[in-house]
């Protein structure tokens, strides 16, 4: 028997959820009183006095997963992790780090930044912060990146070991707004063409954009290789602003559409940096959800050439649902539609299937061969210029297809590179010969053009890579060690100098960047591909 307290305390909870008081904005269904009620009852009745946020989180996990692979129960602490990168920022001491041999090394000082100011320097290994020793203990990174994050004009002391210095240095940081960046490089490719990699859409994209487009321009740029591949998408306002870039006054970017929403459509503004001139867009399998977006407005309107593998297939919109404890339902509310009408969504049905989307692929052989791929006809659709056909369904099918390259990868680069070995050699040859290095190849340009990986640096890694435990056959000794030898130059030009160098040394090995400048350089091809199938 329910004693006539808690029947009133349970009757009271209904009415209030039955007439919105707990949740303002949303209508109690019978299954959210029913909801509430089980919550209530274990609250007040159970044998045991029970904790019931864990129950509720688990319980609210179950339920989101149930409805599609992109909403989502977050915590506290995931809304912020997720949204850092998003909104272009965070609070910490300005560096970035690798983990070498237990130790965080560090790789880059950001200009301007707090850890620039007071002198620390790539190749330093923080021992301590605050105190507390970090460097052989087997930190686990978010823990380290936990103690050197903190509210902007906070201070934290660091000890740090510097080559050839026999004593800790120890430096007193404040805490400062660090920029995360969108943008991963931008260079020219040769005299008319520019190449500009985007890994992320956040809100400073757009801006970062324009300033590399900017850059380029005055460098002589007149054609464009927009980068894509592996970028996973973010905000949908950066890919509209994005594509803003590209397309002319009153055409449609994107529209969305939901049960619960209404149609609401994006258009070109007509005050684009490029809204002319010939345009390529890189994508792979791993480009998603805001690149599919700006890529299959690109393709729509025939603005330019989308060159590479089969996009990713993400075609849903979620919106952030706050929680009174600070957490968050990242939940969709609609899907969204490329200018020409296609819902680019993948078949999410079975979700086992969804997770192994990307490996399916590849044992196809979509990956190798372009006619493994096949779309139904219910899914074909013309652009909207030229009337090409194009396919929905599944991500965007590229114009030119580029297959995954198996054939520069050895045995001995997938051990070297996946492992880590290579990166770490790296890190420690540059710290070893910073000097001497930086005294021979002034800046990167000389660097890059002037410095070769030889076979006795070659013979040097691998002798490296044997403390690993890592053995050699006859074969892997006597392998094309080719493209080894170009990643390696690529991650010592990034320790020498900046991230945007490795790109610099390692574009020519990009296939579908070497297939955008081939129909680029011949304009009459770069035209037949426009034209009706």
């Not at 490296?464 to 991650?491: C, E, G, I, N």
Request: with cysteine; charged share 25%.
């Amino acid at each position: 028997m329910i004693v006539a307290p808690l029947r009133k305390r349970l009757l009271l909870s209904v009415l209030l959820l039955c007439s919105g008081y707990v949740a303002a904005q949303y209508t109690a269904s019978p299954s959210a009183i029913k909801l509430h009620m089980a919550i209530s009852a274990i609250e007040n009745l159970y044998v045991d006095e029970v904790d019931t946020k864990p129950l509720v989180e688990e319980a609210l996990k179950a339920m989101i997963v149930k409805l599609d692979p992109h909403s989502a129960y977050m915590t506290v602490e995931e809304m912020k992790d997720m949204n850092e990168p998003l909104q272009g920022g965070f609070d910490g001491i300005g560096i970035s780090f690798n983990m070498l041999n237990d130790t965080l090394f560090v790789v880059e000082v950001i200009a301007g930044g707090p850890s620039e100011k007071v002198g620390l320097l790539p190749g330093d290994r923080i021992i301590t912060v605050d105190g507390e020793t970090i460097a052989g203990v087997k930190m686990p990174n978010k823990d380290v990146i936990k103690r050197l994050k903190g509210p902007k004009g906070t201070q934290v002391t660091i000890e740090v070991k510097r080559r050839n210095q026999p004593k800790l240095l120890t430096f007193r940081i404040f805490r400062d707004k660090i920029p995360i960046y969108s943008l991963d490089a931008a260079f020219m490719l040769d005299n008319n063409t520019g190449y500009i990699k985007l890994n992320r859409f956040g809100a400073t994209t757009a801006d970062e954009f324009r300033e590399a487009f900017r850059t380029l321009t005055k460098a002589g740029m007149e054609d464009l290789v927009l980068d894509l591949q592996s970028n996973g998408g973010g905000l949908m306002s950066a890919a509209v602003e994005l594509a803003n870039e590209f397309l002319s006054k009153g055409q449609c970017i994107v529209y969305t559409e939901g049960t619960h929403s209404p149609r609401m459509q994006s258009n070109a503004r007509g005050n684009g940096l490029y809204e002319k001139g010939r345009l390529v867009v890189l994508i792979d399998e791993y480009s998603a959800s805001a690149s599919e977006i700006v890529a299959g407005a690109i393709q729509d309107w025939d603005r330019g050439l989308i060159i590479g593998r089969r996009s990713f297939g993400k075609g849903l919109v979620q919106r952030p649902i706050p929680l009174p404890d600070g957490s968050s339902l990242k939940l969709t509310v609609s899907r969204y539609f490329t200018p020409s009408g296609r819902f680019i969504q993948k078949p999410y049905e079975d979700g086992e299937n969804y997770d192994r989307d990307l490996i399916d692929r590849y044992n196809r052989g979509e990956m190798i061969h372009a006619d493994s791929i096949h779309f139904p006809d219910s899914l074909k659709t013309q652009t909207l210029i030229k009337h090409r056909s194009i396919y929905g369904g599944g991500g965007i099918m590229p114009d030119i297809f580029v297959p995954f390259d198996t054939t520069s990868i050895t045995p001995l680069h997938r051990v070297l590179s996946a492992s880590g070995i290579l990166n770490r050699f790296s890190l420690e040859h540059v710290d070893a010969n910073r000097k001497e290095l930086i005294k021979t190849y002034a800046d990167p340009d000389a660097f890059i053009a002037e410095f070769t990986v030889n076979d006795e640096l070659i013979e040097t890694l691998m002798t490296y890579a044997t403390r690993d435990d890592v053995s050699f056959t006859q074969a892997d000794s006597l392998s094309d060690k080719t493209l080894l030898k170009k990643q390696l130059k690529a991650y010592m030009a990034r320790d020498l100098w900046k991230s945007a160098d490795f790109y610099r040394v390692m574009w020519t090995e990009n296939e579908a960047l070497l297939k955008a400048l081939e129909f680029l350089n011949e304009p009459k091809k770069y035209a037949q591909k426009f034209e009706k199938d």
